[in-house]
């Protein structure tokens, strides 16, 4: 077991560093299909592992080897295999294996595929190591990789300014949550010394609510402290809003990229990193009312965005955001197998979305315009059908995997006796409406719009080769199937995460005495939404209102401008550039930098030189006379010191 374990870990990393060494020497296919060959064997050895920890109560941890050790503490690379973190396991390599697999014909033309599928190697063993780390520091390992691999892959492109502009923007937002996650784990070693999850778990219960901690004369409260950090971490790697500007940005690397980023790796390690860290958010209730509140907002700010853009891929980016409002939301009310329940379901349908888009654009020569698109139904047939069924899954559709898991959010918040419920609850209601109206309104420009392609795109439009296709119908069958099959390890009686996850708050039995009446208000928000969508997009007469709606109009600027978020951190950045820049400059660089630095230690070795050299006047009984006193100088001195020991 032990073995299996470490295998299903390294094989990544063994194929990143296979490749990367001797890439050259295999050639670009051969290392491709080395890379999904240990990724395959890697999926089926964590199935196996599913199959014996998905019972209640059972789970492996293992010590791999000590890292490093300081005194009586010793950091270990402690793997822990319980029921949440096989599940995530068997996500993450799912959702890999297809991106491996569809990027063997989405990237066949492209000169560094090699080096390429080595960046996805090496991101999904970081990923992997995050799942299973049972230490902080082992945890913070894989959570700084994810980053670094971001930006590598985002950037793969290089020579494209944008790319690399948005990697940069995505790795300095990252860099606020790492630093802040730091301070967290040092906060932690410092007032419990440890940083073994299982055993600050244990040791939680025990700490004083009382203990505080001294910031500039101002007594603070440890563990909201600790909290506030680790809040922080989550809100950027998650892109919560204030945060989230990255993610949209991030759509500038491959399309694969984008479905492994959205899907199953880094922008859901901030859920995941709560539901890690649960047993500590149980003692920060302020916290968990952040997450509830920010997530409400973030799922209802990400659908108005959406509904107003026009580049596929940030659509879909968008609906990512507000995906995950909904997961930290669940979070939030203590209900951490729901959020991950949401979570599961959610990585395999926007996979499903992220790979049909990338499907549609390679077709259209790489375009992304939904303006540039249209007619497209009878020509790419196989990805309309999986797309739509990626749209109705987000959408919420009944018996797919988006209806079990998020309907079941919203009947959480319909049960709970928060006092700011009702508000987030229309918060959701509406996030509802508006994922039905920007997912038909992305399916309509596709699909059903008048043709408004290029002419050299529609001579050479075709669907997408035989093993792209069979990958997306592949990501379809769990995108119908995942909801209802899991329901019972999530919903029902938790009983398989007993161990792992805490559930509190609401008892799973209230919901089935919810009227139904509330229980088909998401189901009847969507088929609004698709309704009004049908109504603006498609019928005539209401083509002149929403050309208005959609093209000059205030609320359209504020929507297409992203809430202005952007403009208001270039503003900040070009302030402390323009001005606060210049005054620091001259007042730290070209003042007390320079005044104690180069031209201070010239100033002071030119003095000193002056002074040696006034006693070189060439007259020995001068010599003698400065000798002689530096001597008595000298032994008065040791006899002082000995005076006063």
Known sequence: MALHTSFVLFL????????????????????????????????????????????PG??????????????????????????????????????????????????????????????????TFFMLLFVVANDLLVLFLGWEGIGLCSYLLISFWYTRVAAHQSALKALLINRI????????????????????????????????????????NFSVATLPLIGFCLMIAVVSKSAQLGLHTWLPDAMEGPTPVSALIHAATMVTAGILLVIKLSFFFEMTPIILQFFYFLGGITALSGGLIGLFQYDIKKIIAYSTCSQLGYMLLACGLSQYSIGFYHLVNHAFFKALLFLTAGSIIHALQGEQDLRRMGGLLHSLPVSYFVYLIGTLALCGFPFLAGFYSKDLIIQVLTASAWTSAYFIWWCLLFATFLTALYSFRSLYYIFFAFINSYRRSLFSLQESPTLLLLVLVGLAVPSCVVGYSLQSFFKDSSLFFLDTIPTGGIHFLFLEYLPLSLKLLPFLCSFLGFSLGYSLFSVEFSMSLTSWLFSSSPLTRFFTFRLYIDTLYNCIAHWCLTFAGPVLYELFDKGVLEYFGPFGLERLLSWFALAVDRFHNFHLFYYQLVFLYFFFVAQFLGELLWYLK
């Open 58 to 123: 059972a789970m492996a941890t293992f010590e791999v080897a000590t890292w490093f050790s300081i005194g009586l503490s010793s950091i270990t690379w402690t793997l822990s295999f319980t029921a949440l973190n096989t599940f995530m396991l068997c996500t993450v390599l799912s959702i890999s294996l297809a991106v491996h697999t569809y990027s063997l014909i989405y990237m066949q033309n492209d000169p560094f595929i090699a080096r390429f599928f080595s960046y996805l190697s090496l991101f």
């Open 177 to 216: 949550g790492d630093f802040f996650l730091l301070i967290g784990i040092c906060l932690i070693v410092k007032f419990f010394h440890i940083t073994h999850l299982d055993l600050l778990s244990a040791l939680l219960p025990y700490f004083s609510l009382a203990t505080t901690l001294l910031i500039f």
């Open 12 to 55: 990544p990393f063994f194929t990143f560093v296979l490749i990367s060494g001797f890439g050259f020497w295999f050639g670009r296919q051969f290392s491709c299909r080395l890379a999904i060959v240990n990724l395959a064997l890697a999926w089926f050895l964590t199935v196996e592992m599913l199959w014996y920890t998905c019972f």
